[in-house]
């Protein structure tokens, strides 16, 4: 399968990166075996594989060749290029894809490279790094764009900017984010901001399981953590893995917070409404509608005012038999909510198969007040 068309299937996927050490991080798994690693992204569901083969970063051709007598996967040759050379030799190696660095190639050598890759038969991952870089990959016609969190002269990483890049990139190109993606929350959210993949090394490559901390990252559901008013409470979550953490600012609701309280950028913090919504710095906006005094059944999820996905919910204080198959027949992105415990989640998980799952009461020892071993009982059994 060629390189674009893996990215361009459905769902949302991952490049998985393998790479011996970092300018920036120095060594990261610098007696790594190339083959191995291959094989083991290709079993946890990889849509494509890149292969480092500059030396900054412990690579050579060599590793690129023996990716490809390791795997099937689609393989990306990732450098620093800016010859025609340079794209034989990865064609030669092995390579279905090439890098492109914008930051150190004009618009015209650019233009010459994608038309020299696609003789060759080579895909190729046009790289930019701010809104120009953006604007400018558009220009150029790349079909493939990825977006790096961090700057390659500083070293800095920025995951906001790299979102709100994500989210103004044309829908008609495959995206992909690159870099800071460390945990399922920083997955989703590129996913939510529009990428089609992620791309991911460093994480991977320092993990003692490579292909299980890939398919880790891409697993679903999302467990939410909601009702929280309590910062110890929203610190407890996060320690027990929760991916995301919620806070009601309904007035009526027994468990409101008054504020959106901290949580750090490995989670996604949700802000819950009833009727009418404020602004926030939240991740997320879960809201449902005001219906006799009480939420409505169901809520929307918006991300940045864009509707991403669906809350299918219980009814207002009462229950439904029919409430999974509800949820299995909504389109798009559900999150499972109501009447959900360390009980009963796995059977709900089996018969919907959300893209999130939540729930407030069954982690309480009060309303508002999270039970620190019901936190970890909860999440343990939802993933």
């Not at 009814?315 to 109501?338: I, K, Q, Y």
Request: hydrophobic content about 45%.
């Amino acid at each position: 399968m060629r390189f674009q068309t893996a990215l361009e299937a459905e769902g949302f996927g991952a490049i998985a990166e393998f790479k011996r050490r970092s300018p920036s991080a120095g060594d990261i798994r610098p007696f790594a075996d190339v083959s191995e690693i291959a094989r083991s992204y290709q079993q946890a569901g990889a849509r494509a594989m890149s292969v480092l083969v500059d030396e900054r970063f412990g690579g050579s051709w060599d590793d690129l060749r023996a990716a490809r007598a390791a795997t099937t996967l689609p393989l990306l040759a990732k450098g620093f290029f800016s010859s025609p050379p340079d794209l034989e030799t990865a064609r030669d190696a092995g390579a279905d894809a090439v890098l492109l660095l914008l930051r150190d190639l004009e618009n015209e050598a650019a233009r010459a490279l994608l038309r020299i890759a696609r003789t060759l038969g080579l895909d190729t991952l046009v790289e930019a790094h701010n809104a120009k870089e953006l604007a400018r990959a558009v220009e150029i016609d790349a079909p493939v764009i990825g977006i790096n969190a961090r700057d390659l002269s500083t070293f800095r990483i920025d995951r906001h900017a790299q979102l709100e890049l994500l989210s103004h990139a044309p829908q008609d190109r495959v995206v992909v984010a690159e870099s800071a993606i460390e945990t399922r929350a920083q997955a989703a959210a590129a996913d939510l901001a529009g990428a089609n993949a992620i791309l991911v090394g460093s994480t991977l490559m320092r993990a003692p399981d490579p292909g299980l901390k890939l398919r880790e990252l891409l697993s679903r559901p999302l467990v939410k953590v909601c009702g929280l008013t309590r910062q110890g409470d929203v610190d407890a979550a996060v320690a027990a893995g929760a991916d995301m953490v919620g806070f009601i600012l309904a007035a009526e609701s027994p468990r409101r917070a008054d504020r959106l309280l901290e949580a750090p950028d490995t989670v996604l913090r949700v802000a819950v409404f009833v009727g009418e919504k404020e602004e926030t710095d939240a991740d997320l906006v879960q809201l449902y509608e005001r219906e006799h005094g009480h939420r409505s059944r169901d809520a929307m999820l918006f991300r940045r005012g864009d509707r991403v996905g669906t809350v299918v919910d219980l009814p207002w204080a009462a229950n439904d038999p029919s409430h999974f198959d509800r949820a299995r027949a909504t389109e798009g992105r559900v999150m499972l909510a109501g009447g959900l415990g360390p009980e009963n989640v796995a059977e709900a998980i089996d018969a919907v198969h959300p893209w999130a799952v939540d729930s407030a009461r069954s982690t309480e020892a009060a309303p508002g007040i999270k039970h620190h071993d019901a936190l970890r009982r909860w999440v343990e059994a939802a993933r």
